[in-house]
């Protein structure tokens, strides 16, 4: 099933509508979507070089509305709409656990925005819902996801605007590895910073 969804989502790079798509799929993937954005943004910025920041900027745009709507859902809607998505994916109780927890701080937030924005750790449906859950300032949560969202789609614009199709089969193949390990770089950082210093 999911790599027919994957398939799908990459033969719409392919339509005159992509950038519709993009923005659907950008938005969707912030508050119910499995499948990134990225699967659609990379073939149609190869293709395209020439729009990759336009692209870029049109995936941050759908991302962060769709990171609102799911702080909406978390907000308002948990036991209506959260908690089925939540449990369609299996991360249901992943994320009680992360929502009962008595550490889960407006900093722990911010840092599963960045880490979901660089490596999709957590996915970022998880992390728009448990803020609004945890009733997290929504101006804040906006600039934060703005930064998370617009900082991956912009390196990505960045790198293939710079090194294209190579560049590709690497981000494919190796950027997730690469920023997950950067992921867990920061939340060391974010421990050694709470606790040591």
Known sequence: M???????????????????????????????????????YLPM???????????????TVASVLGGIAGWFIGHYAYDAVARPILEFYGKYDEFEQLRSSAGVSIEFIALMLVTSGAAHLPPIKVVTILSGALGVNLALFIVLAIVARGGR???????????????????????????????????LLYILIKYVV
């Open 45 to 59: 910025a190869l293709s395209r070089p020439d729009r990759a920041y336009r692209y870029a900027f049109i995936a």
């Open 2 to 40: 999911l790599r027919g969804l994957y398939d799908w989502t990459l033969s719409l790079a392919a339509r005159k509508s992509a950038e519709w798509w993009l923005a659907f799929i950008a938005f969707v993937e912030s508050s119910v979507f499995l499948v990134p954005a990225d699967v659609l």
């Open 153 to 187: 789609f912009l390196l990505l614009a960045w790198l293939l605007r710079r090194y294209g199709e190579p560049i590709r089969e690497f981000i494919e193949k190796r950027l997730g590895l690469i920023a997950g390990a950067a992921a867990v770089a920061l939340i």
